[in-house]
């Protein structure tokens, strides 16, 4: 059974850093693209970053430079390392699989249960 | 990046009727990166509809997705009380992903 477990949300100053973990089962991280999507409270969805099987990046512009994306193949486990963090990174952050197919299809068919990160001082 | 604009943002309904989401895209969007969530309150994001028309496993066929190039529709045929819930569409394209700001199907 597929099944991922985001872990290390919290209240955090602004200016400071946070380090998200999603834990996964039932398939390999590193066969897979990955994305980080969080969710302000009250809003829409917002992707941030995706890492691809073979491990390149990218980054929405609203955190490029402050977000890093990663994972550990040993563990199972996709990160997001978040610095200079801000009141508006506020947010349900989840971790979500994606299945890919170039020219066939792209969506993400499973999603983590979120973990909140607060931005306040 | 390509910006999708839901609408409308309020769909007031009573079970037993139908409903049709739209989604369209400021450009051209590959229909076989279009994608529709359910979320319910409190719960993670629940895939719909992939390639813009594919129900994902499990899907009732009463949800149905159709659409290209800028215009996307999500239809409900018959809605059923655990369909009330916000629906967001999504596409990726050009190393971006971006979703619509959710559409949200409420009980009249």
């Known amino acids: 059974e597929v099944q991922l477990v985001e872990s290390g949300g919290g209240l955090v100053q602004p200016g400071g850093s946070l380090r998200l973990s999603c834990a996964a089962s039932?398939?390999?991280?590193?066969?897979?693209?990955m994305s980080w999507v969080r969710q302000a409270p009250g809003k829409g969805l917002e992707w941030i970053s995706v890492?691809?099987?073979?491990?390149?990046?990218d980054y929405a512009d609203s955190v490029k430079g402050r977000f890093t994306i990663s994972r550990d193949n040993s563990k199972n486990t996709l990160y997001l390392q978040m610095n200079s963090l801000r009141d508006e990174d506020t947010a349900v952050y989840y971790c979500?699989?994606?299945?890919?197919?170039?020219?066939?299809?792209?969506?993400?068919?499973?999603w983590g249960q979120g973990t909140l990160v607060t931005v306040s001082s | 990046e390509i910006v999708l604009t839901q609408s409308p943002g309020s769909l007031f309904l009573s079970p037993g009727e139908g409903a049709t989401l739209s989604c369209r895209a400021s450009?051209?969007?590959?229909?076989?990166?279009l994608a529709w969530y359910q979320q319910k309150p409190g719960q993670a994001p629940r895939l719909l509809i992939y390639?813009?028309?594919s129900r994902a496993t499990g899907i009732p066929d009463r949800f149905s997705g159709s659409g290209s190039g800028t215009d996307f529709t999500l239809t409900i045929s018959r809605l059923e009380p655990e369909d009330f819930a916000v629906y967001y569409c999504?596409?990726?394209?050009?190393?971006?992903?971006?979703f619509g700001q959710g559409t949200k199907v409420e009980i009249k």
């Open positions: 979500a699989r994606e299945q890919y197919v170039s020219g066939s299809y792209s969506y993400f068919d499973y």
């Open positions: 039932g398939f390999t991280v590193r066969s897979n693209y």
């Open positions: 890492i691809y099987s073979g491990g390149s990046t």
């Open positions: 450009q051209s969007v590959t229909s076989s990166y």
């Open positions: 390639g813009a028309s």
């Open positions: 999504q596409q990726y394209g050009s190393s971006s992903y971006s």
